[in-house]
């Protein structure tokens, strides 16, 4: 069995939940898609020593959770099933900065999942305050979506988010969706111009966001990411499906990169091809590293107004079915959030 949702919780730790039992989402085999979801009760889990026991406030799915389902990270995930999809109610022996009550913000591991349940453990290096600022849906959104879009614009494609450095051209793909929302806003607090695809009708929602230009997707130039202004893209942050090298290599200037936060076998290969051939341009896929420090930033840069969480909608646990078909749909404006 394999209880869904590895990560992007909002929530409150509490007292030690004793033997009591609670409701979870979870998945005992591959493929399925929502209907491969089953309504189930267990056991309240129980903190190790560096964890925190939390109480589900609102989660949010990633594209990870339902790929995992359907066997497309196999053999590295899930490690078991089942799997779940998660206020502090407990702490475990060595966890320091919270109490019961305390409202947090948690990654959840990819090798334990968690978070379509009322009840989560999260490494405590891996939870971090939420201010009254900031929702637990607007949290919720983090943890992933918003790690992934910080990681590949600061690390992969070395974007300065105090605005210092030579302006970058950055082209974001799928820039409506949950990853590509949030490095929109993220890239603009660099010095960047900032070319966007997306679907027609969500060309002016990201132009709010702070895209410089916006491509429609389906049209040939979109199609052919082109940038409207003429321009080279030293990086592309690349949120979409799969596209072959071919599209990407003559938009970008000499030393340009595409980071690819979802990398399937094609991408690898012209990883490998790329580095192999001593390419200047490179294409580099993106493995997340969650780090606490980060998630932090994150948070202070919603409580200050300066990056938003833009949900698509909201579901209940009851009906989180319907929240995994939209996502699998692959048409949500921002993030799906699932609440209690």
């Known amino acids: 069995m394999f209880l869904p949702l590895s990560a992007s919780l909002a929530s409150s ?42 109480k589900l406030e609102a989660t949010s799915l990633n594209p990870v959770d339902w790929k995992m389902q359907k066997g497309m990270l196999r053999p590295l995930f899930p490690r078991k099933f089942p799997y779940i999809p998660g206020e502090v109610i407990g702490v475990g022996s060595e966890v320091k900065d919270f109490k019961a009550g305390d409202k947090v913000v948690a990654f959840l591991n990819h090798l334990t999942g968690g978070g379509l349940a009322e009840f989560a453990v999260a490494k405590e290096s891996l939870t971090v305050s939420r201010p009254p600022e900031v929702s637990a849906a607007e949290g919720a959104g983090l943890p992933v979506a918003g790690l992934t879009a910080h990681q590949a614009l600061t690390q ?18 799928a820039a409506s969706g949950g990853v590509g929302h949030y490095a929109v806003q993220l890239a603009k607090l660099g010095n960047t111009h900032v070319t966007a695809t997306c679907g027609a009708r969500n060309i002016e929602f990201v132009k709010s966001l702070g895209a410089d230009e916006v491509l429609d997707y389906k049209t040939p130039d979109g199609a052919a990411l082109k940038s409207p202004s003429g321009r080279k893209y030293d990086a592309v942050i690349h949120c979409a499906s799969a596209m072959p090298w071919s599209t990407f290599e003559p938009n970008l200037s000499s030393n340009g990169k595409v980071i690819d936060i979802t990398p399937g076998p094609r991408a690898l290969l012209t990883f490998a091809l790329t580095k192999l051939t001593f390419s200047k341009k490179q294409l580099v896929p993106l493995l997340l590293i969650a780090k606490k420090e980060n998630l932090d930033f994150l948070i202070e840069l919603v409580k200050e107004g300066k990056l938003k ?26 993030k799906i959030i699932v609440e209690p």
């Open 156 to 173: 992969s494609a070395g974007i300065k988010l105090d605005g210092s450095g030579k302006e970058t051209n950055i082209l974001i793909t």
């Open 309 to 334: 969480t833009v949900i698509d909608s909201k579901h209940p646990v009851s009906k989180a079915e319907e929240a995994w078909a939209k996502s699998i749909d692959g048409h949500a404006t921002g």
């Open 13 to 54: 730790p509490v007292a030690m939940a004793g033997n009591r039992t609670m409701h979870v989402l979870q998945y005992d085999t591959y493929g399925g898609g929502p209907a491969g979801l089953k309504h189930v009760d267990v056991p309240v889990p129980s903190p190790k020593k560096d964890e925190v026991l939390l």
